[in-house]
């Protein structure tokens, strides 16, 4: 069955450290990939994402993404977190099935201190 | 320019009653997906609708379940006879067509008493 794993439930992390947050899928065919953030109290909002081309993705605020096909990973990363990056973080695969369905990851908390 | 709306943003019912959750989707989408989101755990995937097309419910419980996306109006969840078990928060999404990115809606958070 197709699945999102991401490595971490909660991540803590001091303001300016640098975050990388594991994503992998199991899925052998053609993916769209997607990282989303939820602030507390706010709904999905899309990060970035990954559809074909460049493997090395970058969104807002920062964030950037690299498409490791051989190792069906998708991870998210930022140089330099800051308090407002609190949040929880899905990663997402979109798979063409027939028609596309989206499978989330469990996500992650990220909890930056000031 | 509105993004997806959902409605309610809240609701509570009582063991047995009936839920019902609206979903407009982006003005020009035509690709609706709805979600559910237990405490502490992350989005599941539910059912995925284009008008009047259901395309992929595997997500969907087999019972009391049931989504609809009409030629006119908003996608409406539809949960009969609800447990305390579905409590949780229903977002629903939409895109232009069934690759696009997916915008999110601000979801409805279900109590059951």
């Known amino acids: 069955a197709q699945s999102v794993s991401q490595h971490n439930h909660h991540v803590i992390l001091s303001e300016a450290a640098s975050l990388e947050l594991g994503c992998n899928y199991s899925?052998?065919?053609?993916?769209?990939l997607f990282w989303y953030v939820q602030y507390p109290g706010q709904h999905l909002q899309l990060l970035l994402k990954?559809?074909?081309?460049?493997?090395l993705v970058k969104g807002i605020k920062g964030f950037e993404a690299e498409f490791i096909k051989s190792k069906f990973s998708f991870n998210l990363r930022k140089p330099s977190v800051q308090w407002s990056d609190t949040a929880e973080y899905f990663c997402?695969?979109?798979?063409?099935?027939?028609?596309?369905?989206?499978?989330f990851g469990a996500g992650t908390r990220l909890f930056v201190k000031a | 320019n509105a993004g997806v709306m959902q409605n309610p943003r809240h609701l509570v019912r009582r063991r047995g009653q009936e839920a019902r959750l609206r979903c407009s989707p982006m003005?020009?989408?035509?690709?609706v997906y709805w979600y559910r989101q237990l405490p502490e755990e992350g989005l599941k995937f539910m059912v995925y609708?284009?008008?009047?097309?259901?395309?992929?419910e595997s997500g969907m419980p087999k019972e009391r379940f049931s989504a609809e996306f009409p030629k006119e109006g908003p996608s409406i969840l539809r949960i009969q006879q609800v447990v305390r078990g579905d409590s949780a928060a229903y977002f629903c999404?939409?895109?232009?067509?069934?690759?696009?990115?997916?915008?999110f809606g601000p979801g409805t958070r279900l109590l059951v008493l």
């Open positions: 999404a939409s895109s232009g067509d069934g690759q696009e990115t997916q915008y």
């Open positions: 899925y052998g065919g053609t993916v769209n």
């Open positions: 990954y559809f074909s081309g460049d493997p």
């Open positions: 997402a695969v979109s798979l063409n099935t027939g028609g596309f369905k989206t499978i």
């Open positions: 003005k020009g989408h035509s690709h």
């Open positions: 609708l284009q008008k009047e097309n259901i395309i992929d």
